[in-house]
């Protein structure tokens, strides 16, 4: 199944945040969770998110997260 590319648009300020701090390296949700202030609820819900659509993607099994693309770039 292919994934659906968000649109620039589309991202609310969570994924903004989220996105800020991956454009930097791969991160963990912990960290991320250190780094945006959000909470590990609103990190886990928004990295599904992310990564249904294309843009992240799990780099370890260890819950390492890493950039693919920006939508804010297109």
Request: net charge negative.
């Amino acid at each position: 199944m292919q994934a659906t590319k968000m649109e620039a648009d589309e991202l609310i300020e969570s994924d903004r945040k989220i996105l800020d701090e991956l454009q930097k390296g791969r991160c963990t949700p912990a960290v991320l969770v250190d780094w945006t202030g959000l909470s590990k609820q609103t990190i886990h819900n928004r990295l599904n998110v992310l990564v249904a659509a294309g843009h992240v993607e799990k780099a370890h099994e260890s819950g390492l997260y890493e950039l693919v693309s920006d939508p804010r770039d297109d």
